[in-house]
């Protein structure tokens, strides 16, 4: 079982290595690190609806562990993460033109976070109306709420993966400088 189960762990992080070198051609060592962890988490976390993972409060009643990312400090959390990665990545292939570069696109942790937090608790709505409204039968929320919530896990962690990829890649392309005026024309006159 330990051999499957490594054999798993590689082909997944030679996935998102593969999706690191695949969108960021250029300085992408770090990048294939951070999107394996950032999609474990969002898919792990994800997971906590699945399981029920419960914990004990401080006045001793137990509690049901929601997604971490149903929580907008998290999903906020999460998204700067991205675009702080995404910045140095533009500083490392750009120098200061890359914090241009990346600071041209501002809005993007906001709306990664949001994205991010409104798929995820959609999703966990999705998926209680199934439970408490679908009567008819045991085993169908069953059913779709362990196959919505899997696929649900999936889709956030590839769909956060690859949008942090890609505009990795696009700030951290090294840009050639441009010629000066004054040189060009001194040549074309020589």
Request: glycine residues 14%; positive net charge; aromatic residues 10%.
């Amino acid at each position: 079982m330990p051999g499957k189960l490594q054999m798993a762990l590689e082909q997944a992080v030679g996935l998102f290595d593969g999706m690191a070198k695949g969108n960021s051609p250029h300085r992408n060592g770090f990048l294939g690190a951070y999107i394996f962890g950032a999609g474990v988490y969002i898919f792990v976390g994800t997971l906590f609806e699945l399981f029920g993972l419960q914990a004990v409060t401080t006045e001793g009643h137990t509690i049901t562990l929601p997604a971490p990312l149903s929580d907008v400090n998290a999903a906020i959390a999460l998204g700067c993460l991205s675009y702080l990665v995404i910045v140095c990545g533009g500083v490392a292939g750009n120098g200061v033109k890359g914090v241009g570069k990346a600071l041209k696109e501002f809005s993007l942790p906001i709306s990664m976070s949001f994205r991010m937090f409104g798929a995820l608790l959609s999703g966990l709505l999705v998926t209680e109306l199934v439970y408490y409204y679908v009567k008819l039968s045991f085993v169908v929320p069953v059913v779709v709420g362990v196959l919505f919530t899997l696929l649900h896990a999936l889709i956030q962690g590839y769909v956060l993966t690859m949008l942090t990829a890609m505009f990795y890649g696009e700030v951290s392309e090294h840009v050639p400088a441009k010629a000066k005026k004054g040189k060009k024309a001194g040549k074309a006159a020589a």
